[in-house]
């Protein structure tokens, strides 16, 4: 039994090593968040449950950013404020590290993370290619925002980690997100998964795919790799266009065929499973 535990952990590590690189600046000190009994919300949160996940918030996390740019103002603020053509990976990471921050940590670490992002989306202003103005912290422009990564992270949790969860356990789900929602500005704000699906119904007329929009995918989801290390990461960049609603598919361009859609539900599956293993 001892040798059986020393060779999981020789195989377990390496797996924990790469995760931790994946979501931490390693290199500039950066650490994984840790829990408290002092979190914004408890221990047994729905919101606990689903951001506990890697695998499948990785997915949701993908599926969400692409979902975001649909929006000519979302896509601005990305294209004129930041420099995600060379740190595209440093913008998905410090997203994640806030929704750690805003789940897990105690709550004076997880109010400064709000405060620290709504400072910069003070200073995020500018217009469209049309002439209109935009903020960044615009009520509703922060609500799309919000529910895109609200049935983003909620939808890959029920594909890849817990596909029985109750009605009752994915408005909870979304309701605690409102918490987080409201402390950032945004609005209308979903408290459960009928108003969140309303919201994004009634979000879609205002929803455009052009030039920018194809440039900043093709940067999200990186440059097909046939290396074995990278399958893990090219399956969730499979899995998160697969999760998305048919129509946003459509606009992007993108799809996943239905001899391709199985086996990348299947991988996408079998890296979660063992992502939760190794975590154990």
Same mark, same amino acid.
Not at 55 to 60: H, P, T
Not at 71 to 80: E, S, T
Not at 207 to 230: C, F, K, N
């Given at each position: 039994?001892?040798?059986?535990?020393?060779?999981?952990?020789?195989?377990?590590?390496?797996?924990?090593?790469?995760?931790?690189?994946?979501?931490?600046?390693?290199?500039?000190?950066?650490?994984?968040?840790?829990?408290?009994?002092?979190?914004?919300?408890?221990?047994?949160?729905?919101?606990?449950?689903?951001?506990?996940?890697?695998?499948?918030?990785?997915?949701?996390?993908?599926?969400?950013?692409?979902?975001?740019?649909?929006?000519?103002?979302?896509?601005?603020?990305?294209?004129?404020?930041?420099?995600?053509?060379?740190?595209?990976?440093?913008?998905?990471?410090?997203?994640?590290?806030?929704?750690?921050?805003?789940?897990?940590?105690? *709550?004076?670490?997880?109010? !400064? @993370? %709000? =405060?620290?992002?709504?400072?910069?989306?003070? +200073?995020?202003? &500018?217009?469209?290619?049309?002439?209109?103005?935009?903020?960044?912290?615009?009520?509703?422009?922060?609500?799309?925002?919000?529910?895109?990564?609200?049935?983003?992270?909620?939808?890959?949790?029920?594909?890849?980690?817990?596909?029985?969860?109750?009605?009752?356990?994915?408005?909870?789900?979304?309701?605690?997100?409102?918490?987080?929602?409201?402390?950032?500005?945004?609005?209308?704000?979903?408290?459960?998964?009928?108003?969140?699906?309303?919201?994004?119904?009634?979000?879609?007329?205002?929803?455009?795919?052009?030039?920018?929009?194809?440039?900043?995918?093709?940067?999200?989801?990186?440059?097909?790799?046939?290396?074995?290390?990278?399958?893990?990461? *090219?399956?969730?960049?499979? !899995? @998160? %266009? =697969?999760?998305?609603?048919?129509?946003?598919? +459509?606009?992007? &361009?993108?799809?996943?065929?239905?001899?391709?859609?199985?086996?990348?539900?299947?991988?996408?599956?079998?890296?979660?499973?063992?992502?939760?293993?190794?975590?154990?």
């Amino acid at each position: 039994m001892a040798h059986r535990s020393r060779l999981a952990d020789r195989v377990k590590t390496p797996i924990r090593r790469q995760v931790i690189r994946l979501f931490n600046d390693v290199d500039r000190g950066e650490a994984p968040v840790q829990r408290s009994d002092q979190a914004l919300f408890h221990p047994d949160s729905v919101i606990w449950r689903v951001h506990g996940d890697v695998g499948s918030m990785m997915v949701g996390g993908v599926a969400s950013l692409l979902m975001q740019m649909l929006h000519p103002a979302v896509l601005a603020g990305v294209w004129d404020h930041s420099n995600f053509r060379a740190d595209m990976h440093g913008r998905l990471r410090r997203t994640a590290r806030f929704i750690a921050k805003t789940t897990y940590a105690d *709550r004076a670490i997880a109010q !400064a @993370a %709000i =405060d620290h992002v709504r400072a910069i989306h003070g +200073r995020v202003t &500018g217009r469209l290619p049309d002439g209109t103005p935009y903020r960044a912290d615009d009520p509703a422009l922060l609500a799309w925002v919000h529910v895109t990564e609200t049935t983003s992270f909620l939808a890959a949790w029920v594909r890849y980690g817990e596909p029985l969860m109750s009605a009752a356990d994915k408005d909870r789900y979304v309701a605690d997100m409102a918490v987080i929602g409201e402390a950032m500005g945004a609005d209308p704000l979903p408290r459960t998964l009928a108003q969140a699906r309303g919201i994004i119904q009634a979000m879609r007329p205002a929803l455009r795919a052009d030039a920018r929009t194809i440039e900043v995918a093709r940067l999200v989801l990186g440059r097909p790799s046939l290396r074995a290390r990278d399958l893990p990461q *090219r399956l969730a960049m499979e !899995a @998160a %266009i =697969d999760l998305l609603p048919d129509w946003a598919q +459509r606009m992007h &361009g993108l799809s996943t065929s239905a001899i391709e859609r199985p086996l990348v539900r299947a991988g996408t599956f079998g890296v979660a499973q063992t992502l939760r293993w190794a975590f154990r």
